[in-house]
């Protein structure tokens, strides 16, 4: 475990060590020579880090013909791992970016990544499906990586199904029917034993622009999604009066008691407890949140799971139309530093790879595994195997999941639903999601980084938030959350909307 | 100390004391065990129940889990590998750092003093130290996880109190004796120091056990990852509610029962050396029956 | 019965200069004689020397990073110069002054609550007659430090929660108040220091402990002998010996002064607290999580490390003048 060789460097170390702080730079992978082993860094989501010598990772080393070095690192320390990989001389050819974080746009504009803006349409699986996504995911309209596709549409309302039965209502379509719910699961006793209930279930949100429920509530009263476009020109979302009508109503749910009365401080990790202790009975957050639901009242029932959860799509607002709020449809990429990928045949290299586990086959060992071991196709869609061998590939599966980008579009089978109740969700789900598409309220802004936002965005961003939730817990009036608003703005927000709206200009 | 006569004030002081600290030591106690209760809990009772020692419904399930691949168990071994070799390195070289630091004819000590200070103080940082280790060729490797932090200052100053609080007259007489400073610090001031070491090994011991950034950093072979790397990447999930901009949609948040299992399984181990180190506390040194 | 040593008052502990005990003649050597003296002391140094040059000082250099716009990709060379930028920000931001009152605040509970606590909690544990008993409470009440504070803050929202939490349910049936502990400002620090407590006490014991380990019983027994009762002993014998290590330990803490912890902050913040909640920690993390703001927390860091080191050097004079103990 310990070498000799390391034993004798760790303790024999003289005074020649001192010197060696200093030289960073130099040998490793900075040659022209063909590439031979591709390294990759990724994010690690999944609970244990796949085996190199693993079937998966032997079979996709296999599929792209080349060796394949992955370093796996924690999610939840990820930019720290970036951040002294950058320093160093060691760095992989691929580098996933969970996002627009400052490291990765002031090292892509500085010339740290390859600018891949007129060389993915060569590559005809790299090409991107939506280009509205590409545009979103472009850094001012430059891409510097491949970005990684996700869902677009995932706003939900996770309502208890009994209890809709039993307090005699129909699914939620507009914001004026979910008050009406939240009312009636409040005070008509729908658990049917005269437990105390409520309503909607808030937990406590520190982000703004993140499809948290209070946004979502924002959105469906006609709030523009972070950015409001007018004229050509833009301003913040929150500076607009449906910001402030749509917190009226929310005020007004919390006020009249139809919610958690700890809104302002349930742990949000705790949010789906009150849903299954039968304390609350509606949940706006992100569909996947229906499935897990289902899967937990099945844990505990597993015959009579079927009629306790149900789910709908983005509401309309009191007056009928629909204004549904999408994610940015990517998280993160994948992209390419330019100090160890030094020259046009090397980062053709990395291209071809990346190209090739974006076809078909491809996203198919990546966000499936290997047919016949972890999965088997029935109806066109996946059904695990369960087997030890399996169970290693599947596990392996969720890992790899975050080197693989689908831009192209999702090319891999979605897996088969577990019973009825999960098919029934899953269809409405599917069928929610692409009707609510046509109604998406885009960010305009979402291609262009300020400067300023980045020095000082997540500050700013909790002046909203604060301000946003004293008002619904009545520290704030109507005026005083006018006023901390416009505190944003004097406290450095004006230069971020100069600096977009150049940007936009520009852009546009 | 026993035998002598307990006054009726002495019986009241006692008994308010015991009360006092076992009322401190339940409260300490119950989170704990609700944790193990936890995780033998099942999800559903995990979300359900708010507070409970006993699961209604016991289940093995996730300890099955992660001791069904061989990952999880690779790295406790690893973990312990690297405390009990770390803690030998690092006490050590703490020790023989402070004993002559504690001696006051040591030429230089006070500039000495104030240089650990002041490395106690100030740091140069993430970076810088990464290409230390790394260009001391120390990446990937254990001793990545052990010579970066082998001495602290603060448990170094400490250390030299207690050397200094040991009698000089000890060391002179050895002196006098002519016995070699290297005899005097093995043969008469460590048995002296006895409780001193055991708390600091202890100390070395849980700080390398729970050092999470050390392997974050310099250990990219995931085969070599320790424990915390493992009960980070659990029980850290990551919290979309705060999340600036949108979390990845694929990451799904480790089921709660796995965080408790996990938390047990890391802590029990390390927790179980402190019982074994109470004797030293237990009575004082005879110092005068070591000076003869 | 030898007595070696008299309690510690009487006793040169933790000097170098201070000439309590009359220096014998044989002291004043000359420094060369010093140094021949005990050439194995000089060994034995060379290890921890070489370690603090490899591993703290050549390091080092990495402060001037909070004098630039420090970017990993261009390194250190590369990374444009700002001078004091990043201070100038730091000290005329609109929140400065608040976030030093609410970190000033915290630290000096810090020093008068949590860093007393260990040494009250092992002197009583000092004073338990079955050892069982002992080592019994020893090992409870030192398992929280091995919890993170992810999962004592988890039980800190179960059990303090708005109306249903077991503590608010008992607070608010005691006092007929509703409380809500997670959001009131009033009750943030209350909170942090009970956590803090809960926490650190058990481990912050063993220190403590290991110096009365250390006390030679025979003193016990002369004070025995003398008449004294079990608070005079404690008076006389138990506190001075433990004197030096608190000394010891309340200057190396006043060095990390201003550092509060951003974990354990940071997860108790709400909307509704932040007003009290914001402290430089959870501050540096604001900043740096859009901001990549590498250079921008190096400087808070190193004004914080300034701070400490006045501090210390401060509080290591003040030991040197008032007591027998210091640093230097």
């Known amino acids: 475990m310990f070498s000799r060789r390391t034993l004798l460097a760790g303790t024999a170390l003289g005074a020649g060590a001192l010197g060696l702080s200093a030289c960073g730079g130099g040998s490793g992978s900075g040659s022209g020579e063909p590439l031979t082993t591709l390294k990759i860094m990724a994010p690690l989501l999944s609970e244990t880090a796949p085996d190199p010598e693993g079937q998966l990772h032997k079979a996709i080393e296999e599929f792209v013909g080349m060796p394949l070095e992955i370093t796996w690192v924690p999610n939840s320390s990820y930019g720290d791992r970036v951040t002294v990989t950058m320093a160093s001389d060691n760095i992989p050819h691929i580098m996933v970016q969970t996002g627009k974080t400052a490291e990765f746009v002031q090292t892509a504009t500085a010339g740290g990544y390859w600018d891949l803006t007129d060389i993915l349409a060569e590559y005809p699986n790299l090409t991107p499906e939506n280009p509205d996504v590409a545009h979103g995911a472009s850094i001012n309209g430059k891409t510097y990586g491949v970005f990684r596709l996700r869902d677009a549409m995932r706003a939900s309302v996770i309502l208890r199904k009994d209890w809709l039965a039993k307090v005699g209502l129909d699914e939620p379509v507009t914001t004026t029917d979910l008050e009406e719910i939240a009312r009636a699961f409040t005070e008509e006793d729908p658990a049917g034993d005269g437990s105390t209930t409520y309503g909607l279930i808030l937990p406590s949100w520190g982000g703004y622009g993140n499809n948290g429920p209070y946004d979502l509530w924002e959105t469906w009263h006609g709030t523009a999604n972070v950015w409001k476009e007018e004229g050509g020109t833009l301003s913040p979302a929150f500076l607009a009066p449906e910001f402030i009508e749509a917190n009226i109503s929310m005020k007004a749910i919390i006020d009249a008691g139809h919610t958690n009365a700890d809104y302002a401080t349930m742990d949000a990790a705790t949010w789906n407890d009150p849903f299954v202790k039968g304390q609350g009975g509606i949940i706006a957050d992100v569909s996947s949140r229906g499935k897990q639901l289902l899967s937990l009242f099945k844990e505990a029932d597993p015959e009579g799971y079927g009629d306790k959860v149900t789910m709908v799509g983005n509401l309309k607002s009191p007056d009928g139309t629909l204004w549904a709020l999408p994610t940015p449809g990517y998280a993160g990429y994948l992209a390419i530093p330019k100090s160890s990928v030094q020259t046009e045949e090397q980062l053709a290299t990395v291209l071809g790879v990346m190209d090739k586990l974006s076809s078909e086959e491809g996203q198919r060992l990546l966000n499936n595994g290997i047919e016949g071991v972890n999965y088997e196709v029935e109806d066109g869609m996946s059904v695990p195997i369960e087997s030890e061998e399996g169970s290693l590939v599947s596990s392996d599966v969720s890992a790899f999941a975050q080197i693989g980008t689908q831009s192209n579009g999702y090319l891999g089978l979605s897996s088969k639903p577990a019973g009825e109740a999960e098919a029934a969700m899953e269809e409405k789900r599917q069928a929610t999601a692409d009707s609510d598409l046509d109604s998406a309220v885009f960010n305009p802004g979402a291609a262009y980084v300020s400067d300023a936002y980045t020095q000082n965005g997540a500050i700013l961003d909790q002046i909203v938030v604060d301000a946003r939730l004293k008002f619904l817990a009545g520290q704030l009036d109507e005026a005083g959350l006018t006023s901390e608003l416009q505190r944003w703005t004097d406290s450095g927000g004006q230069q971020v909307i100069d600096e977009m709206n150049e940007l936009y200009q520009a852009g546009a | ?292 | 019965m030898t007595m070696t040593t008299t309690p510690a008052p009487d006793v040169p502990v933790g000097l170098d200069e201070a000439p309590v005990v009359p220096p014998k003649p044989a002291r004043r050597r000359s420094l060369l004689k010093r140094l021949r003296r005990a050439p194995a002391l000089y060994l034995m140094l060379l290890p921890g020397l070489a370690y603090f040059a490899i591993f703290k000082y050549a390091p080092m250099y990495g402060i001037t990073i909070a004098f630039q716009n420090y970017l990993p990709f261009l390194g250190m060379g590369g990374s444009p110069w700002v001078g004091f930028d990043h201070f100038v920000r730091l000290f005329s931001g609109p929140d400065f002054g608040r976030l030093l009152s609410n970190t000033l605040i915290l630290a000096f509970l810090n020093i008068v609550i949590a860093f007393p606590a260990p040494i009250i909690v092992a002197l009583m544990l000092n004073e338990l007659r079955k050892q069982m008993l002992k080592k019994f409470i020893q090992t409870a009440i030192y398992i929280p430090h091995f919890l993170s504070w992810a999962i004592v803050s988890g039980l800190t929202y179960l059990l303090f929660a708005l109306d249903i939490g077991p503590i608010t349910v008992l607070f608010n049936d005691v006092f007929g108040t509703r409380v809500n502990f997670l959001a009131d400002p009033d009750w943030f620090r209350p909170l942090i220091m009970a956590q803090t407590l809960w926490k650190g006490t058990g481990w912050g014991t063993i220190i403590y402990l290991a110096a009365l380990a250390g006390v030679d019983k025979n003193l016990y027994e002369a004070a025995e002998l003398d008449g004294a009762g079990r608070f005079q002993q404690m008076r006389h014998v138990t506190i001075p010996a433990i004197t030096p290590t608190v000394i010891i330990m309340l200057i190396l803490n006043i060095g990390n002064f201003l550092d509060t912890g951003f974990e354990q902050i940071y997860m108790l913040t709400n909307s509704l607290n932040r007003e009290v909640a914001d402290v430089f920690d959870t501050y540096v993390y604001f900043m740096g999580i859009t901001n990549g703001a590498y250079s921008y927390s190096t400087a808070i860091g190193l004004f914080k490390s300034v701070v400490g080191l006045v501090l210390i050097l401060g509080a290591n004079w003040l030991a040197k003048r008032f007591t027998q103990s210091s640093l230097f």
């Open chain 2, 1 to 292: 100390m026993s035998s002598r006569f307990v006054s009726r004030q002495d019986k009241v002081f006692d008994l308010v004391n015991i009360l006092v600290l076992l009322g401190f030591a339940t409260l300490t106690i119950l989170p704990f065990l609700y944790v193990l209760a936890a995780s033998f809990a099942t999800e559903v009772e995990i979300a359900s129940r708010p507070f409970f020692l006993w699961p209604n419904d016991p289940t093995l399930e996730t300890y099955r889990y992660i001791f069904s691949t061989d990952t999880f168990i690779r790295s406790l071994l690893v973990t312990i590998c690297v405390t009990v070799v770390g803690t030998a390195v690092q006490i050590t070289m703490t020790l023989l750092m402070a004993y002559p630091l504690a001696d006051p004819n040591l030429v230089g000590r006070g500039l000495i003093m104030r240089l650990i200070l002041f490395a106690m103080l100030f740091s140069g940082g993430m970076i810088p130290m990464f290409l230390v280790v790394k260009g001391l060729g120390l990446l990937d490797s254990y001793w990545a996880l052990i010579l970066p932090l082998a001495i602290n200052p603060f448990n170094l100053i400490v250390i030299r109190t207690f050397f200094q609080q040991l009698p000089g007259e000890l060391r002179e007489a050895a002196e006098i004796d002519g016995a070699h400073e290297f005899t005097t610090f093995w043969r008469i001031m460590l048995p002296l120091s006895k409780p001193v070491i055991a708390t600091f090994s202890l100390f070395y011991a849980v700080a390398i056990w729970n050092d999470f950034m050390s392997p974050l950093l310099y250990i990219s072979d995931s085969s070599k990852w320790t424990l915390q790397m493992f009960v980070r990447q659990v029980t850290i999930s990551t919290d979309p509610s705060t999340t600036i901009g949108n979390l990845d949609p694929n990451y799904i948040p480790p089921a709660e029962g796995l965080k408790f299992a996990v938390i047990v399984i890391a802590t029990l181990p390390i927790m179980c050396i402190y019982p074994f180190l109470q004797k030293h506390f237990a009575k004082g040194v005879m110092i005068g029956s070591v000076k003869g």
